[in-house]
Nanobody, 128 residues
Framework: QVQLVESGGGSVQAGGSLRLSCATS????????MGWFRQTPGKEREGVAA??????????YYADSVRGRFTIPRDNDKNTMYLQMNNRKPEDTDMYYC???????????????????WGQGTQVTVSS
């Protein structure tokens, strides 16, 4: 059974750093997109950062709102994907989800279309 489990959320002040973790199990993670999304109740889910995992290469994508502040590193030995959030802003407050597409499913990595596996979410609150 494929599972994604997020952790690392919490309440923090603006300007600091926080790292979210997404532990994967039962998932090969090749030739597909994996990403981080965030959503406020009543609003559309927003793609924050994503990575296309190819055969021996990776391509990362970032929303304009987080480019230069967030990164999406992965640790293959630990089967874990991270969202490193630096210089956080109050507008980064949201519920964050990690997600993965099945292998060879096309489409834009930063868009939720095609993502079939989702974690339960972790809340991040940034105060000014």
């Amino acid at each position: 059974q494929v599972q994604l489990v997020e952790s690392g959320g919490g309440s923090v002040q603006a300007g600091g750093s926080l790292r979210l973790s997404c532990a994967t199990s039962g998932y090969s993670g090749r030739e597909n997109c994996m990403g981080w999304f965030r959503q406020t109740p009543g609003k559309e889910r927003e793609g924050v950062a994503a990575v296309f995992v190819g055969a021996g290469y990776e391509i990362t994508y970032y929303a304009d709102s987080v480019r230069g502040r967030f990164t999406i590193p992965r640790d293959n030995d630990k089967n874990t994907m991270y969202l490193q959030m630096n210089n956080r802003k109050p507008e980064d407050t949201d519920m964050y989800y990690c997600a993965a597409k099945p292998p060879f499913v096309g489409g834009v990595c930063l868009h939720e279309s095609g993502y079939a596996i989702w974690g339960q979410g972790t809340q991040v609150t940034v105060s000014s």
